[in-house]
């Protein structure tokens, strides 16, 4: 097994390599004038600020989780959690590094080289994202493979995910709260009062969005989906002794621990392929590029799955359940292009009922977020049943392996998703250092071009980070059943429809925190920009410069303060009913909050990406266009729709992870207490 | 059995007499000037149309269903199902006949006898809507138990159920889209576009906003808590076998299955005490007039229940499950009270919000809606809990039972919860002919006293109605397992996860559906409204008059055509998921759906009831009164509540309610058929 591991382990180094690379031709390119220097200066500065602060807190909360689990379950297990930690921040600190090297040099390429170059030097800085992911995630894993003995490994390793799951409530959570805060704050003083474009130099807010979209956009996506990564393939680790002895001596536990670490090894080489072979032709989509890197890379998946599922495992059953995942993951990203983009039917009757209002404006969206989660679930919903029932003929109880095999496929081309997802607010960043740098009309166009398709697949990253989470949740929910050895939660048990209630309803509780708590951030905002404004005309009048480093400081603030009770709530809620109610009870609860967490999420998304390109529609001359009073209301529903799609929508994917990785690794201690009163 | 069965039908008659003699003493009242009756002449008339219509397409529905029952199920309960049906409908045209009676003598009253015999007359005409439907479904049901033999009841009774529910998706459903189309197209046109008062009777929808008042706030309200109701004691029913033997010989089937039914009466038998005790005092709140009747009539039912408990079934315990519904169903309404009344915090600080424009007014609102779902549901834990617990003391497996005993306790006081929530729309309508008939201000000053009052208990009875359709849904639940006969509905089962996701789904959809059902019909209605003013300009002037008929047409179509699509979706999907995935994967679906549904709806109605008021807050002059753009915010968020809390909200009671009851009714075929590929 160990010699196996060791070849993921070199997997992982091959696409931390190409990272590195990347990264050092990235920061090769030219950063362009002074002025887009300086510019770029402040972003990083900022976003750095953020993670100083935000890594002061995390250190603390590192600390005390490895003595609570290690008190409470054992030190391996506490360490691996700070492993699987660490690992995270180490991605997320060099994704977000080259993420702010990546946007001036955009702007510059665009400048200097037209579409393509830009195109190229916006995705490559993506793509050193998406390969930091999953290599630091395979590489972690692949270690942990290499120098402990399974038992340990079986053991402990979901120490790890918990490590990955807690840094990531620090990522999506607080980076959502932050980049929404400073996001809508700009917009309503800026835009609104002052009346000031989008990126104007002179709102003292505008430095702390562009931070934004680093912090939430870029390392936040990049923490959630690292944790859905890890948590896919130790779900799958956990499993297979079940695996094993339902194959009948077909295969033992070390092969079926190994093989989803192989296939994610797989998905490493060709996520490096699929992000080589981008490349944009001048005149054309450059969304094009994207999609055919994503489909080369899913393909090359495909075929060594299949040859891998039979060598490895004896039975092309195995693969089902990867290409079952992989298909739901690329099926979910399309119907949310359906839903959210501005080609299709739902975000033009947006625009449309907008006519008569923002009221209207906001009943059809909630109307098209909530038809939206139809599909995806029915997606969700056949991949789960192709991959139970595949890998159950293989023999009786191998199916909720072939679960976690399906949430490993999905997960698998990690690299080159968040690439294409993380290539969006790299350009909306390139934008943005455009415009204030002034830089002339035809390299806003570029950059325009790009950010719209950044857009689309920002959205789509969201579907397909919502899709993995409900699916490695899933998996990990079956790692629970394992680890407690319950052998039903029966929803006849009371107990477990208590905890099913207490589950469907904590994903409304939190988004209603994390809702509130925007708010909150986004009028201190307020309050600040008004401030300076009032007490120095000349920032208006572009004299003297704005106070940025003070808007920064108010969003960092806020968003790591209103984080922690949502956070808490994630980590003490199954702690509180696993200890009084017992593990059926918490089995109902996982359960809940997973159903209803994932609805609520895909209808928050998507009512929120919808709402923002029905804006941007009208915006395109549609019934009236920018100035009218349609175009005001599709304002009204773009405003509700950012926390929706950008801090609400994808929080809940951490909770229901969190949560559930939380149940996994406290498991043996709920088993103890058997329930105080459940 | 039979001999007590007749008190129980006894019961149903006094409470019946009760209500007729209210009835004839509100003809009685003097309808005041000839005005005020040919408007609500016209409010009858256009009641009663779409009455008329909606029964014509109900007629083939009981038809097509009685046969569908009688051939896969049996005809026993085909004919229970018709039984059910038509007493609901009875129930419907009784109430509302009344209702429709006493809006026009409860202005007359308010012009003639002042304050006091206002409340009267309003409260006693939602008192006859009450008495009709806890006295006609306990009347049906203490019939079934006294004609058909135990046998027989048990296996066919579901029938009645899905009776009942059946035609509450015309009730509930349908007269939401009627109310809501109205109302928004009322409101856009009259108030927005040609700056008229709300209720004038220049506005050719205005009656049709009347009607709606009738057709959905009475009708529909009525029709959705007389399936609770039903649904409640017949699920009771079902479980009699199962609570005896559990019992290990202390009572009988049949004393367990008359338990409830007796519980019942006891609880007619206190509503009628209670709303015969409603006397309001000249100059003292209304409401408090209202609470002292409800808590008089729980009152009693508690007291009563201890003595039955103990003497029918040798515990005090069963009384422990009858005190937790009925503690749980008054809790409800308090917690709806606290997030939707202008007199807590979070009304306040919806309008609070509202200064920051609309998008603000709806990110809090929404807030407020989510975070209110928590206590309800906690209350509702708690509720099943103790119910569970102490039953299950008794002996093992009587448990569920106990839950469906707390339903029967928590809707035992039906009577009075439908008087106190059916008075709102009385008083409202009374408002309204006040209005059109120009009575003097001191008349509406009084009539908007008793609205006001009447939209705080219309917030309260919804909470109430979410919560029994919750426990409903859920003692219903208990009966389809045990008519299934499966030991564990297990969710380490995919087929029964995949249910979960698909059951969670279904709320989002249906919600969905009937939100754009609304919008479409409003539209309708806003062209209808637009039309007449612009082909004949006397209308706005005051001399001519509008066709209001016209206006009553549309609603009544749509409204009718509007239902489809959710209704078949209601019961189709149990039969889909029950025939296909098989019964296992449908107990999934039915706890995902009630799950995630509860939420959703709690939701729904709580953020439209607090944007309601937030909107009256402002008008009571907080941040600039009536007028200011805070208060445009506010009617943005009113606006957008409109479908939540009338028509989405409710409506999702309905879908949980009917799906589990169509579930229970046709499990027998599910359970021969065994799922064809789950």
Redesign the interface.
Known sequence: MKGIAVIAVCAAIVGLIVAVVLATWIKKQDQGTDRMKEISGFIREGAFAFLKREYKIMVIVILILFLLIGFCINWTTGILYICGAVLSVLAGFFGMNVATWGNVRTANAAKEGGMNKALKVAFRSGAVMGLAVAGLGLFGLGMVMVCLNLATVVQCVTGFGFGASSMALFGRVGGGIYTKAADVGAD?VGK?EAGIPEDDPRNPAVIADNVGDNVGDVAGMGSDLYESYCGSIISAITLAAVASSASGGIFDEATAAIFPLIMAAVGIIASVIGILLVRGKEGSNPANALNAGTYIASGIVVIVSIILSKAMLGSYAFSIAIIAGLVVGVAIGKITEIYTSEDYKSVKKIAE?SQ?????T???G???G??S??WP??C??VG??AA?FATETVGAGM??YG?ALAAVGMLSTTGMTVAVDAYGPVSDNAGGIAEMSELPEGVRNITDKLDAVGNTTAAIGKGFAIGSAALTA?AL??SY?AVTG???????N?????G??????LP??F??FT??S??KAA?QM?EEVRRQFRSDEGILAGTSKPDYAHCVDISTQAALKEMIVPGLMAIIAPLAVGIILGPEAL??ML??AL??G??LAL?MANAGGAWDNAKKYVEGGAYGGKGSDTHKAT??GD??GD?FKDTSGPSINILIKLMTIVSVVFAPLFVAIGGLIG
């Open positions: 309503l609104v009922q008569t209002g923002s009221a209207t906001i009943i059809s909630l109307g098209v909530m038809m989660t139809v679930i029915i969700i919903s789960i049943f139970y199916g909720m679960i899933l929910f079956a059943s319950l052998s039903a939660i029966s929803l006849l009371p107990i477990v429809i208590i099913l209630f207490i589950g469907a309803m409304f509780m988004s209603a809702m509130n925007v708010g009028n307020i089995g109902g359960a809940g159903a209803a994932v609805l209808m304002v009204v405003t509700v926390p």
